[in-house]
């Protein structure tokens, strides 16, 4: 059972438009964590939310922690080709004597020049 | 640029190999992790060392053994693998075990391993 539900799973836009990724759960996190991964790369942290409500800006893109710590939304304003990745959720959850990320199934966007 | 590296890039191995995938991080970090990254499926946490001790096992099959020398470098030796096995293998590090508190994991690029 995928603890993190991502949509959509592809995304293929124009340059200059606009996109929301969803990132959902069922379960409580205590923070969540979106990523970016390009082909060939690991994943590269963009941003951490820790507060339910909380609205977090970098550059172009806005990330959503919902109130009740149980999804997020990452939307991105007029899409640049650079943009083109796998965008990963991860939400911390506590394991045994550590806590640690699960992480959603991505959502592949390419943007087209 | 990711202070993490990892060798190979990239691997083809048959099942009676025995080959062995190699991290160091380079940030100063007491924490390292081994991820596995299928098509289609999400990552999958697969051992967690801090300051040299293990302190994650998620259920991996022992074909899979990590050794963690140093708080530098991280290896994992493969063994026996099946094709299902195939997969990017990825290798991260933090400065302290996650406690979600939104610590800060660096990945590596990852080794691309082909199981025949």
Avoid at chain 2, 8 to 35: D, F, I
Avoid at chain 2, 41 to 57: A, G, H, I, R, S
Avoid at chain 2, 62 to 85: A, G, V
């Amino acid at each position: 059972t995928q603890l993190l539900e991502q949509s959509p799973q592809f995304l293929s836009i124009q340059e200059g438009e606009n996109l929301t990724v969803y990132c959902n759960s069922s379960s409580v996190f205590s923070s969540l964590q979106w990523y970016r991964q390009e082909p060939g790369e690991g994943p590269v942290l963009l941003v951490t939310v820790v507060t339910g409500g909380e609205v977090k800006k970098l550059k172009r893109l806005t990330f959503q922690f919902g109130d009740a710590r149980k999804d997020s939304s990452l939307h991105i304003t007029a899409a640049q080709p650079g943009d083109t990745g796998l965008y990963l959720c991860a939400g911390a959850i506590s394991s045994g004597s550590a806590r640690q990320l699960t992480f959603g199934s991505g959502t592949q966007l390419t943007v087209l020049p | 640029e990711t202070g993490v590296t990892q060798t190979p890039r990239h691997l083809v191995m048959g099942m009676t190999n025995k080959k062995s995938l190699k991290c160091e991080q380079h940030l100063g970090h007491n924490a390292m992790y081994w991820y596995k990254q299928s098509a289609k499926k999400p990552l999958e946490l697969m051992f967690v060392y801090n300051f040299k001790e293990q302190t994650e096992n998620n259920s991996v099959p022992s074909r899979f053994s990590p050794e963690c020398p140093n708080s530098s470098h991280l290896f994992l030796h493969l063994h026996t693998l099946q094709p299902e096995d195939s997969a990017l293998y990825l290798c991260a590090s933090s400065q302290q075990p996650l406690a979600g508190g939104g610590e800060t994991q660096y990945f590596g690029p990852g080794t691309r391993l082909l199981v025949l």
